[in-house]
C-alpha cells in the first residue's frame, strides 16, 4: 500500500505547501494529493491557491505521482478540465491520477446557477467523465445534456490518455460511479463503513484501484490533538446533505460553532499516539486499499512530516 502526504490548500498557502510536497518526497512519503477548493471550509484556515497552477509546480519540483479531486460541471467546464488534465499528463507521464467528484456548493455557487440535486449532479459527471474521454481520445466533441459541449477539441494529449477516478463518500454513490470510473477514490471512516462502501464499487463492477484520504490529528501533546481536529477540521462532523449544500465559509463555522471533538472520532483519527496510528493505517491495507494519503489537519505539517517518515512509515513498510 502507498502511502501519500495530502496537501491542503484550504488551510496553507500554496508557496508552503510547495514545500512541504519536496518534504513528504524526502521524508519517504510515496505520492501527494491535492485539494482543488475555490474557499476554505472555514474562515480561520483562509486560504485556497489554485490547484492547478500549483500542481505543475509540484510535479516539476519532486518525482512522485500525484493526484487531486476536481468537480466538472459548474465552475469547471468539463472541456477546460480535460485540458488541464491532458496537460499535466502530457507533461509527467503516468505520474498524474486525477479524480472526479459531484462536488460541494461552497466552491461551484459562484457561477450562480442553481445548485442541483445529487442525482443531478450524480448524472452530470458521468456525462462529463464521458465528454473528457472523448476528448482526451482526440475526438471533436459535440454534446447536448446535463451539459453543452459545442465543436471541441483537445489538441495537446498525453501519448496515453489518463485514468479518470471517482470520488465517493457513500455505498450508494459508490455504486453509482463503478459504471465509468477507473477507480475510486473516498475518505476514511469506521472500517466496517469503509468496507461497505468499498464493496459497493466493486459489486459495482468497479475495477482499478482504491485510494482513502485519512484525515488525522497528531501532536506531541494530547491536549493539543482534539483542540486542532475541532479548530482546522470540524466541518467532518457535518452530514454530507449539508456538507455539500452551504456556500459560504462563515456559513460552516456558524454550523459548527458548538461541535465537540467527539463529533469528529468516526471521521478523523485522533491520537498523540503513534502506535495508533500504524494500527489504523494497517487496517486499510487489510481491506484492500492501494493507497491512502495522509492529510495532518494540524498545522505542525513540517514536524508530522519528519516524525511520521521516520517513525511510521518504516514500521508499516516493515
Known amino acids: 500500500m502507498d502511502i501519500g502526504f495530502h496537501a491542503s490548500h484550504e488551510q496553507f498557502p500554496p508557496s ?158 459508490a455504486r453509482e460511479v463503478a459504471a465509468w470510473a477507473d477507480g475510486l477514490i473516498t475518505v476514511n471512516a469506521p472500517k466496517s463503513k469503509l468496507r461497505r462502501v468499498i464493496e459497493a464499487f466493486r459489486d459495482g463492477g468497479g475495477t482499478g484501484p482504491v485510494h482513502v484520504q485519512v484525515h488525522l490529528s497528531w501532536a506531541e501533546e494530547e491536549s493539543e490533538v482534539r483542540a486542532q481536529a475541532v479548530d482546522q477540521w470540524c466541518a467532518n462532523a457535518l452530514p454530507p446533505e449539508l456538507n455539500e449544500e452551504l456556500e459560504l465559509p462563515e456559513q460552516f463555522d456558524a454550523a459548527t460553532e458548538h461541535v465537540p471533538s467527539s463529533a469528529l472520532e468516526s471521521s478523523v483519527l485522533m491520537s498523540s499516539d503513534l502506535a495508533r496510528h500504524v494500527e489504523l493505517l494497517a487496517s486499510c491495507a487489510e481491506l484492500g486499499i492501494d493507497r491512502v494519503y495522509l492529510h495532518q489537519v494540524g498545522r505542525n505539517q513540517e514536524h508530522f512530516l519528519d516524525v511520521f517518515g521516520e517513525r511510521v512509515l518504516p514500521v508499516l513498510r516493515g
Open 16 to 173: 508552503r505547501l510547495l514545500t512541504l510536497a519536496r518534504r513528504a518526497e524526502a521524508a519517504g512519503f510515496d505520492a501527494v494529493l491535492s485539494s482543488d477548493h475555490l474557499a476554505p471550509w472555514s474562515g480561520r484556515q483562509a486560504h485556497s491557491g489554485f490547484a492547478w497552477t500549483w500542481l505543475g509546480a509540484a510535479m516539476a519540483t519532486t518525482s512522485l505521482p500525484f493526484g487531486v479531486v476536481a468537480a466538472p460541471g459548474d465552475r469547471y467546464h468539463p472541456v477546460v478540465l480535460a485540458q488541464a488534465i491532458a496537460t499535466l499528463a502530457e507533461m509527467f507521464p503516468g505520474r498524474f491520477t486525477p479524480a472526479l467528484g459531484s462536488g460541494q456548493a461552497l466552491n461551484e455557487h459562484v457561477t450562480g446557477r442553481p445548485w442541483p440535486r445529487k442525482p443531478v449532479r450524480n448524472a452530470r459527471l458521468r456525462e462529463c467523465a464521458e465528454i473528457m474521454r472523448r476528448l482526451f481520445a482526440g475526438e471533436t466533441v459535440e454534446h447536448d445534456g446535463l451539459v453543452t459541449v459545442r465543436a471541441a477539441r483537445v489538441y495537446s494529449r498525453p501519448a496515453a490518455p489518463p485514468p479518470l477516478m471517482a470520488a465517493a463518500l457513500t455505498p450508494s454513490t
